[in-house]
């Protein structure tokens, strides 16, 4: 009788212990479930929010950033060369991305103030290449004229006649200053254009950056230009601020988009305020700033007021999905 009971308890106490097993089981497979829907779920929220911080860029803001770097290329190496006599090639060969070398640019004979300031102008210009870069897959460096040549036909085009001699912006400081003026405005009106079109935050976020900095830079070259506005330009006799005029004009008449442009000079009505013909900034008439569209900024590039053929600036036509279209057409 001891014996079975003592067997009896064995068993009771076995199978308690195979309930407690089997208990501990399900627990630590709950556990073990709950831990892992835990994990998927941080790391879905992980996903989420890495998707959230590199939104996908849609293609028109890709098309429309890329057009721009058109002309920070441009701006570029007319800067770096007028600077230091060489370019992108040099000086971050790795943003020229193969593209062909400049046609006519080398070093300006510019004196030791405004070399410094073109210098970091130019400095300045690599780095918006660069963050562009970053957020676009870009396109190699177009094929750019910046002989004298080239500037010499826009002052033709722009006075009407051939102004003599033949108007050479690596000449001198005023003349080199007088060229920057016809190329920086473009870049400013392209971006001002360009933001109203973009949809994603991230696309936005670099041309509002990119602006600020353009505007800056046009500021100080209308500055420098300002204060020697009454300047004769020798050996031509004409005032610094009839070149900045004849330019805004003549860029005006290529786009073929009205108003968008304006000198050191103007009519009283076009004006701060409509007040006085003093005018050193370029703005409307409640001092907004400009926007040209993407043809307009072609018409002005290409020399001829035709978006559709190359020429002028770009021997071959920029680069990039939206000029590229409109040479197919």
Do not use: W
Not at 123 to 147: C, E, S, Y
């Amino acid at each position: 009788m001891q014996y079975q009971t003592i067997v009896a308890l064995f068993y009771i106490y076995l199978h308690l212990i195979l309930k407690m097993a089997i208990l501990t089981t399900s627990i630590l497979k709950f556990t073990l479930v709950a831990i892992l829907f835990s994990l998927v779920n941080v790391s879905n929220s992980f996903t989420i929010s890495q998707n959230q911080t590199n939104q996908t860029i849609p293609q028109q803001d890709i098309d429309l950033i890329e057009f721009n770097l058109n002309l920070v290329y441009l701006e570029a190496e007319f800067l770096l060369h007028g600077a230091l006599g060489y370019g992108l090639d040099k000086v971050a060969p790795d943003l020229a991305a193969r593209g062909p070398t400049p046609k006519g640019s080398k070093k300006a004979f510019l004196d030791p103030f405004t070399h410094s300031i073109i210098y970091q102008l130019g400095l300045q210009k690599v780095g918006n290449i660069r963050a562009i870069k970053k957020v676009v897959p870009g396109f190699p460096r177009p094929l750019m004229n910046l002989t004298k040549d080239q500037f010499a036909a826009v002052m033709t085009q722009a006075f009407g006649r051939p102004i003599v001699p033949h108007f050479d912006p690596y000449a001198n400081s005023i003349n080199y200053l007088i060229a920057t003026y016809l190329l920086f405005p473009l870049g400013l009106t392209s971006y001002v254009g360009t933001i109203p079109k973009l949809q994603s935050t991230e696309a936005q976020k670099l041309v509002g950056s990119l602006l600020a900095v353009q505007s800056g830079q046009d500021a100080v070259v209308r500055t420098l230009l300002y204060e020697r506005r009454l300047q004769r330009v020798h050996p031509y006799g004409i005032p610094v601020q009839e070149f900045t005029n004849k330019l805004s004009i003549i860029r005006n008449t290529l786009s073929k988009e009205g108003t968008k442009d304006e000198g050191l000079f103007v009519n009283p009505k076009l004006g701060p305020e409509g007040k006085i013909p003093l005018n050193i900034l370029s703005g409307d008439e409640n001092s907004v700033g400009y926007a040209r569209e993407p043809e307009g900024i072609l018409r002005i590039c290409y020399s001829h007021g035709n978006e559709s053929k190359p020429g002028g600036f770009y021997p071959n036509g920029a680069n990039g999905t939206i000029a590229r279209c409109f040479l197919s057409s």
